[in-house]
């Protein structure tokens, strides 16, 4: 079955505590990204990459970072967590370069950072 | 600055009705068009995707598009209250691999 999948679903951690959210996809897309979703904010992009060992910036990526070593991972990494990174997380995926951009949705992980 | 804009709602349609949700976006370059479904705690579920102007339908779906206007509209036929859910439209602006996503409209049918 073609599917993003994230783990950890839910996260309870304290401030500072660093922590690694994975993510991994089977359909051998080539863009893989992350997003926040805040209530009134609606979903605004972390991070992304295009490729192995290709990443950049989006729209919040301050306190997050990220690494693309294999084509299928894409873990987000929060060094020193903070309470206002308390969130719904998601990673999606898509192929790239075909002028279409359908991205697939993991099934969020909730982070709540006290 | 590239938007893509939609009214929060909540809308509240009958079940057997039309509902019809409507996105804007600011900027031309644009050049393709999708709507996601998201139910509460759930992950957003691509619906319908365009990318000419026109309509394009699915089912009880259908998607309308017009780059004249930057408008792009999402249309359920027979709302059923399975529909009841947040729907996010999202813009692919030409050149960048980037999703742009308006906050959703919170869709609710009516028994």
């Known amino acids: 079955e073609a599917q993003v999948t994230q783990n950890p679903r839910y996260l309870i951690t304290v401030t500072g505590k660093k922590l690694t959210v994975t993510c991994s996809q089977n359909?051998?897309?080539?863009?893989m990204s992350w997003y926040r979703q805040d209530p009134g904010l609606g979903l605004r992009q972390i991070y992304y990459?295009?490729?192995?060992?290709?990443?950049d910036k989006g729209d919040v990526p301050e306190g997050y970072k990220v690494s693309r070593k294999e084509k299928r991972n894409f873990p987000l990494i929060l060094e020193s967590p903070s309470p206002n990174q308390t969130s719904l997380y998601f990673c999606a995926s898509s192929r790239a370069g075909q002028g279409h951009y359908e991205q697939y949705f993991g099934p969020g992980t909730r982070l709540t950072v006290t | 600055q590239k938007e893509v804009e939609q009214n929060s709602g909540p809308l509240s349609v009958p079940e057997g009705a039309i509902a019809s949700l409507n996105c804007t976006y600011s900027?031309?370059?644009?050049?393709?068009f999708f709507w996601y479904r998201q139910y509460s705690g759930k992950s957003p579920e691509l619906i319908m995707s365009?990318?000419?102007?026109g309509d394009k339908e699915d089912g009880r779906f259908t998607a309308q598009l017009n780059k004249a206007s930057q408008y792009v509209s999402l249309l359920i036929r027979d709302s059923q209250p399975s529909d009841s859910a947040t729907y996010l439209c999202?813009?692919?602006?030409?050149?960048?691999?980037?999703?742009?996503f308006g906050t959703g409209t919170r869709l609710t049918i009516i028994p």
């Open positions: 359909m051998n897309h080539e863009y």
């Open positions: 365009i990318y000419s102007n």
């Open positions: 990459s295009m490729n192995v060992e290709v990443t």
């Open positions: 999202a813009v692919n602006y030409r050149g960048n691999e980037k999703l742009t």
């Open positions: 900027d031309r370059v644009s050049q393709s």
